[in-house]
């Protein structure tokens, strides 16, 4: 079984940076991608960024510039570095991982972090 496990989540003021990680943990053989999505109130979730086994990154419009995704020194860990914090990047923040363990392909989630920037 693969755990995913958030940390960083909190309140920070509008400006303000804030960074969040991601650990995965089980027996995993390969990781082919891992993101970050979020939930704001009211909303669906929606993809914030991902960064793919070869490196290449895609991010949701509304935090190009601003945020930055990457994977750890650990093969198992990611990051994302969040700046120029608004308000409307409120909301629960959800590790994903799409990978392959026992010769079987997983897409897991972590159970969220909360992340609120006052208006």
């Known amino acids: 079984q693969v755990q995913l496990v958030e940390s960083g989540g909190g309140l920070v003021q509008a400006g303000g940076s804030l960074r969040l990680s991601c650990l995965a943990s089980?027996?995993?053989?390969?990781?082919?991608?891992m993101g970050w999505y979020r939930q704001a109130p009211g909303k669906q979730r929606e993809l914030v960024a991902r960064?793919?086994?070869?490196?290449?990154?895609n991010y949701a419009d509304s935090v190009k510039v601003r945020f930055t995704i990457s994977r750890g020194n650990a093969e198992n860990t990611m990051s994302l570095e969040m700046n120029s914090l608004k308000p409307g990047d409120t909301a629960v923040y959800y590790c994903?991982?799409?990978?392959?363990?026992?010769?079987?392909?997983?897409?897991?989630w972590g159970q969220g972090t909360q992340l609120t920037v006052p208006s």
């Open positions: 089980g027996t995993i053989s390969s990781i082919n991608a």
């Open positions: 994903d991982v799409i990978g392959a363990q026992w010769g079987a392909l997983f897409n897991n």
């Open positions: 960064v793919f086994s070869g490196g290449t990154t």
